[in-house]
């Protein structure tokens, strides 16, 4: 640290100002430098008010200052700054190893916040002015399994408070997020803070910059869901954000290949530097196939919760289910009707089965694949569904699940309580939680005919199962999700994650 020893000689009036600004120090017995580095920094006390670096070779220049008439600059060796930054804690306004290289760097503190191009300092004040037990980092807050995620774990954070949790969307604006219509688990997150970092809110897509920002912030937890800016920010500032916040990245239903590559990458690079969880098995598996590197023991899995319904209420749910009556054979689809869920061969399975009927739920992707689903006369959109407690599926024979990828979607371990049969993709990580003893699991294709045959041959099997075989079927899938998606088991997982990392 003598190199910072020799900048405060050369700013002598620092000490002085520091005791001005906060005169609680000069009844500390310890002089004003000691004290800031033991106090100061935890405090967030600022020794230095304005920082400013900048690269010349392989020097760093440095000037501190309050004003123009007090001003010093000091070259000082990189590998000083290294050691320095290994050995001890920083204040904010200080760099560290991953950023020295970075010839933009300014300083991490709020009071430079107007310096910082493409950012409204009248936007992030009131954020830098509270005090945040987590922050959420995810791309959108939409309807999907990653913001059902994010929402379970903020309700899980040992002694948390909502109102003390700030939600932070890298891809959405204010507009659209206060015009979607969101389920009621993710309902709950309203009530937490919430800023829109996104190109079309008018920030930039600098994870420099952001990064400043959350460091800033100083949350004791910040989780990373799905959000490109933020494994970016993560990937180049962890170790300075690191210092005021524990860090864990989730890379939620990346279960296949072709999801899995982008992630892997991600996950790759921040070994070492963050916690990193999945909520699926089968994204380890694939990380590890494509990359050595990324391992089981490097990486860990905690299964999403599902809300649980007692066993004689679900008893009741299956007695309702074999006395309703029907000519009519009705299937349930559940989801973002859009390409990747294969309604491609889901439109090809309606046809194959033109006296059945098959209702769909969910938010629809324009595209000429739902054009053609929709022109259907056997196939019908219901809309969007918010509230599932009341819904009658007991009138469906079962739920078709075609998606081409998953990781461990939401909508099967809820309809696993609501006692209805289940035909589901053999993708992604489904098989963590099912199998043939709890559903009927259909091998995919490259070909949407042959997928469409396939669920067509497994609507056979299910329709010829009897009473017995049902029941058995029905009980067995909510039993298994009951006991490895229960709220008690994904509290203790993520309970351990963040006291032991």
Request: net charge neutral.
């Amino acid at each position: 640290m003598t190199f910072l020893r020799n900048l405060i000689k050369k700013v002598s009036a620092l000490e002085e100002i520091y005791i001005e600004r906060y005169p609680d120090v000069s009844s500390a017995k310890l002089k004003p430098f000691t004290h800031w580095l033991i106090w100061g920094v935890r405090e967030r006390r600022v020794f230095f008010p304005n920082l400013r670096l900048a690269l010349a070779g392989n020097k760093l220049t440095v000037t501190a200052s309050f004003d123009r008439d007090n001003t010093s600059d000091t070259r000082i060796p990189l590998e000083v700054l290294e050691q320095f930054d290994r050995s001890s804690e920083i204040e904010m306004a200080l760099p560290t190893t991953n950023e020295i290289t970075n010839s933009r760097f300014s300083v991490f503190d709020g009071s430079a916040i107007r310096t910082r191009t493409g950012v409204d300092p009248k936007i992030v004040k009131p954020f830098l002015e509270r005090r945040y037990q987590a922050i959420l980092i995810t791309s959108r807050l939409v309807t999907g399994g990653a913001e059902k995620y994010l929402a379970k774990i903020a309700g899980h954070i040992p002694n948390g408070n909502i109102s003390k949790t700030l939600v932070i969307s890298t891809e959405d604006t204010k507009r659209e997020f206060e015009e979607r219509d969101l389920p009621n688990v993710i309902e709950t997150l309203r009530n937490a803070d919430h800023l829109f970092w996104s190109v079309n809110s008018g920030f930039p897509d600098n994870e420099e910059t952001f990064a400043r920002f959350v460091r800033g912030l100083s949350s004791e937890v910040i989780f990373v869901c799905n959000s490109d800016l933020g494994y970016r920010m993560l990937d180049r500032f962890s170790k300075g954000i690191a210092t005021s916040s524990k860090l864990v990245a989730l890379f939620f239903s990346f279960g296949n290949r072709e999801t899995v590559t982008w992630a892997r990458l991600y996950a790759r690079k921040l070994i070492g530097k963050v916690t990193i969880v999945s909520d699926n098995s089968t994204f380890v598996r694939e990380a590890r196939d494509l990359d050595p590197l990324v391992g089981e023991t490097l990486m860990k899995v905690i299964p999403a919760p599902c809300e649980q319904v007692p066993t004689q209420e679900f008893m009741e749910k299956i007695k309702r289910r074999f006395e309703f009556q029907s000519t009519i054979t009705r299937w349930l689809w559940i989801g973002r009707i859009e390409t990747h869920k294969d309604i491609d061969a889901l439109a090809i399975l309606a046809k194959l089965r033109p006296r059945d009927k098959f209702e769909l739920f969910g938010t629809v992707e324009r595209s000429p694949s739902t054009k053609t689903l929709f022109r259907l006369r056997n196939v019908y959109y219901k809309g969007f569904q918010k509230n599932w407690k009341e819904f009658p599926f007991e009138r469906y024979a079962g739920l078709i699940f075609t998606s081409s990828f998953e990781g461990m979607p939401n909508t099967l371990l809820e309809c696993s309580q609501e006692a209805i049969p289940m035909i589901i993709s053999d993708v992604g990580g489904i098989r963590d939680t099912f199998d043939e003893r709890n559903s009927l699991l259909v091998k995919r294709s490259h070909d949407p005919i042959q997928t469409a045959q396939n669920f067509d041959e497994a609507i056979g099997r299910l329709l010829s199962k009897t009473e017995l075989e049902m029941r058995e079927l029905l009980i067995e899938a909510h039993e298994r999700v009951a006991s490895r998606h229960s709220e008690d088991a994904f509290g203790k997982l993520l309970r351990e994650l963040l006291e032991n990392g």
